[in-house]
């Protein structure tokens, strides 16, 4: 899709020369020492670039959430095994090319971007794409991460109940969850905050199902 950008010819030049001195450092496979305004300057540049109503995508999401505050959505879905009693979760993996979480579990969750209107666009967005069949949600409470590998985020965190069993994830028990190993690793910041407040909020209120 093409977006007329208003783009300063001069600045893009500069950028275009800053990129190529960066290349041609004979310390590149080493790390860069890069002059910090220039740096700025250029990132600047290039997002004048970018249609601010496009999404992001991975590549610049995973890029600028280390340097901003952020605001998400997580929809955490809850289930009373019949067979034993016992309460577990819906996880589901994390992408093998995910830079930061590779493979690892957490619940489905969607970023809130500047083209939303607010919290109700995302949670659109998570039935869709994460949970994949009609889901109704209930707001539990804000959840701040401020040490994640993807930077600082508000979490609206809201219990989710899915009218089916949706494609994509795998029940785990929930309390407590299963510890850490090799091949099962939940988002530190999920078992640590996102999980347990909305486990409160389960054990408090009984899911009603689908309307």
């Known amino acids: ?56 995508k991975d ?43 590779r493979g690892q579990l957490a619940c489905p969750g969607q970023g809130i971007r500047p083209s939303d209107s607010g919290p109700q666009a995302a949670l659109e967005r998570l039935t869709l794409r994460e949970f994949q069949v009609p889901t109704r949600y209930e707001f539990v409470n804000d959840v701040y991460v401020t040490n994640g590998l993807r930077g600082w985020y508000e979490c609206k965190v809201y219990l989710a109940f899915p009218c089916s069993q949706p494609p994509i994830g795998e029940w785990h028990p929930a309390d407590p969850l299963p510890v850490d190993t090799d091949k099962f690793k939940v988002v530190a910041s999920h078992r640590r905050s996102i999980i347990p407040a909305a486990l409160d909020a389960y054990k408090q209120k009984m899911p009603k199902g689908c309307k």
Do not use: W
């Open 59 to 101: 590549e610049m999401y995973n890029a600028f959430t280390p340097h901003t505050t952020n605001l998400a959505v997580e929809g955490v879905s809850f289930r009373t095994n019949l067979d034993h009693g016992q309460i577990e979760v819906l996880l589901q993996p994390r992408p093998h090319d995910d830079p930061r979480y």
């Open 1 to 56: 899709m093409e977006f007329k950008a208003k783009v300063n010819t001069t600045r893009l030049k500069a950028t275009v020369e800053f990129l190529v001195e960066l290349l041609q450092n004979d310390e590149a496979e080493h790390g860069l020492i890069v002059d910090q305004d220039a740096a700025r300057l250029a990132i600047a540049t290039c997002l004048d670039l970018k249609d601010p109503k496009s999404p992001m």
